[in-house]
């Protein structure tokens, strides 16, 4: 199969879903790490498709979605000063801080650029020597080796004016933090294909061992996903519990050497606040201090601090199972794509933003 039509192939659907009809005999629930995959499962129909006793939870695999408020402010705080020209990713644009959002900040004057790598980023520095450019490093896994390479061009240039505020999460202390979590049931888990394209499959074989649960990694398409979860099905059936790769055509066992070199380079582990979620400890990448004149944490005096707010937003809820997004009591009404009141319903990975836009229809 090379083409992306061959993933949506009908006739495939039919038998995927057909085996895993004949699987399954009891309730299982699944968690889709990845926004991506709850978009595919949405956009799809998947979840209508899957016999009743399938429930896919939708987890916390949306970078945007968890970044904390208060690093929002932070970039907010950055963009509002003369000197500075903040740049990030597009789906950051919209997502509220703990007072406004970085559109809102546009309004007042902010310079904020939407690039699609941080190499351009590095660019406008070099473009503009009398102003310091901050790249906002929003992004799980798969986004970290493009902003550790960021780091070394700037450092290996003698750049003074380029840094980034790193707001990277990894996906492995996630799901230890969701098997803690004494309120979720998760029998079995997608593990999100792009992710494992990067970083490989080591650091999932412990958490098999440790949670004793299937993990399965998976793509995005109708194919892939009806396959990762009669593979999650087969095994819990059967009680046992094994790492799998179902996305063999682009996911090897070691992932990308030179950009797990790259990250592990730049970037250390410490613990970091996940949007609705909490503390999740060594689940964020920090910029080293061999680095640190990158670190627009350190590089900057008196960036605002503000506490997370108590927001009426229930993505926390949604990210760990408790709820689907239409359960939430402002979906669709008070929280929509034009007026969010979270992350989760602006992000193009978050699952209220999916659900409103297929399964309203
Ligand atoms: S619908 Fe809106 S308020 Fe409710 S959880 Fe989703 S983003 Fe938050």
């Given at each position: 199969m090379k083409y992306l039509d061959e993933f949506r192939n009908a006739e495939l659907v039919d038998k995927?879903?057909?085996?895993?009809?004949?699987?399954v005999t009891r309730g299982w629930n699944i968690m889709e790490v990845c926004g991506g995959q709850t978009h595919g499962l949405v956009r799809h129909g998947i979840l209508d498709m899957l016999p009743p006793q399938i429930r896919m939870i939708h987890g916390p695999g949306c970078p945007v979605c968890v970044t904390p408020a208060a690093?929002?402010?932070?970039?907010?705080?950055l963009s509002l000063r003369p000197e500075v020209i903040l740049c990030t990713y597009g789906d950051m644009l919209r997502v509220p801080g703990n007072t406004i959002s970085m559109q809102q900040a546009r309004a007042k004057g902010a310079d904020i650029r939407i690039l699609y790598s941080p190499l351009e980023?590095?660019?406008i520095a070099v473009n503009n020597p009398g102003k310091e450019v901050v790249f906002f490093a929003v992004g799980f896994e798969t986004t970290a080796p493009a902003n550790a390479l960021s780091v070394l061009h700037a450092y290996k240039a003698g750049l003074s004016n380029y840094s980034i505020l790193s707001a990277h999460v990894m996906v492995p202390p996630a799901i230890e933090a969701i098997m803690s979590d004494p309120e979720t049931a998760i029998n079995g888990f997608l593990a999100a294909g792009h992710v494992c394209t990067v970083m490989g499959l080591s650091e999932y074989?412990?958490?098999?061992?440790?949670?004793k649960v299937p993990i399965v990694v998976t793509g995005f398409e109708p194919v892939d996903l009806l396959e990762g979860i009669w593979m999650v099905v087969s095994q819990l059936e059967k009680g046992e519990y094994k790492l799998e790769n179902q996305y063999r055509r682009v996911v090897e066992k070691d992932g990308n050497r030179k950009?797990?070199?790259?990250?592990?380079?730049?970037?250390e582990h410490r613990s970091r606040e996940w949007r609705g979620i909490g503390e999740i400890p060594?689940?964020?990448l920090f910029v080293r201090d061999k680095f640190r004149d990158y670190d627009a944490l350190i590089k900057f005096d008196n960036l605002v601090k503000h506490a997370e707010s108590q927001y009426d937003c229930r993505s926390g809820d949604v990210m760990k199972g408790k709820i689907k997004p239409p359960e939430c009591?402002?979906?669709g009404t008070k929280c929509t794509p034009e007026f969010p009141l979270g992350a989760p319903m602006v992000s193009s990975e978050g699952a209220c933003a999916a659900y409103f836009q297929y399964a309203q229809k």
């Open positions: 995927l879903l057909s085996k895993i009809r004949k699987t690093l929002i402010d932070m970039a907010i705080d980023a590095v660019q074989e412990p958490l098999v061992k440790r949670w950009a797990i070199e790259l990250v592990r380079d730049v970037f060594l689940s964020g009591p402002h979906f």
